[in-house]
Nanobody, 122 residues
């Protein structure tokens, strides 16, 4: 069982930045493909970004390329999402996901965090 706890959400003005963190339980974090999804009100949950076990491979949704950066610290069992140049359409609940031995190009989310709210005001 993998437990994921997100933090770092909040309210920010358009053009601003936020950094989300996701702390994972377990001693095999370095074998998890990790990622972030988001869900806006009334919409389905959508992929945002993913990262490979080592951190050497990353994958982004087109809507966030060039603005968001995913990274991980395996020594701290943590994955991060640096969000810059935020737009009102980035407003959503952001969820951390983990796929043990998964593929960062097709992350499905075997495990999920509880979500953290990000609100971008115009």
């Amino acid at each position: 069982q993998v437990q994921l706890v997100e933090s770092g959400g909040g309210l920010v003005q358009a053009g601003g930045s936020l950094r989300l963190s996701c702390a994972a339980s377990g001693r095999t974090f370095s074998t998890y493909a990790m990622g972030w999804f988001r869900q806006a009100p009334g919409k389905e949950r959508r992929f945002v970004a993913a990262i490979s076990y080592s951190g050497g491979g990353t994958n982004y949704a087109d809507s966030v390329k060039g603005r968001f950066t995913i990274s991980r610290g395996n020594a701290k069992n943590t994955v991060y999402l640096q969000m810059d140049s935020l737009k009102p359409e980035d407003t959503a609940v952001y969820y951390c996901a983990a796929d043990p031995w998964g593929n960062y190009y097709s992350l499905i989310g075997n495990y999920w965090g509880q979500g953290t709210q990000v609100t971008v005001s115009s």
